[in-house]
């Protein structure tokens, strides 16, 4: 059975496989916005930076469920717009329970305040995987140079932890209303 969202988009196709793949998505920010980091962290509360947890894979793949194959959510960060996206794959029969679970941790941001404990643990996730990208001289050059050429400056990067670390509670909430609404 169709969702509703599918319906109204016209974005479902029927066929043999047992899968489905669902993205969620909202408009975000753009690379220059002051409030990047803050989306950052609200990335890596929801799925980690690049590893299997956070809200999502806890309650869609952790502990007693095991409702998706993958999920994850991601920020892109354009020159004049940007979106936030949540994408997971998993079965038709388990694809409305899914997106509920999934909405509800988008409204759960908006409503509830962040604990100071998973604020630090998210921060501390962001900044290590953020630093193990950074290893290698060749990733150094390529991130400041892909920097400056998009107006932030060849040394974002060593700004960056200094940003992260700026990040409050209330940026969260505030910033999680504006653009998980809709």
Do not use: C
């Amino acid at each position: 059975e169709p969702t509703a969202a599918a319906l109204a988009f016209g974005l479902e196709k029927k066929n043999e496989k047992t899968s489905a793949a669902l993205m969620i998505g909202t408009n975000g920010l753009d690379i220059d916005s002051e409030r990047r980091p803050v989306l950052d962290v609200i990335n890596t509360i929801l799925s980690g930076a690049g590893t299997p947890s956070g809200r999502l894979f806890d309650s869609l793949r952790g502990g007693q469920e095991d409702l998706v194959y993958l999920v994850g959510s991601f920020p892109f960060y354009g020159k004049n717009a940007g979106y936030f996206a949540v994408l997971t794959q998993t079965t038709l029969d388990n694809l409305s329970k899914v997106q509920q679970i999934i909405l509800q941790n988008l409204q759960k941001l908006q409503t509830e305040p962040v604990s100071d404990e998973e604020l630090k643990i998210a921060k501390n996730i962001l900044l290590t995987a953020h630093q193990m990208d950074q290893e290698g001289i060749s990733s150094q050059a390529q991130s400041a140079a892909f920097n400056e050429v998009l107006g932030l400056g060849w040394d974002y990067d060593k700004k960056y932890k200094e940003l992260i670390e700026k990040v409050q509670v209330g940026d969260i909430q505030k910033l999680a209303k504006e653009i998980f609404t809709n």
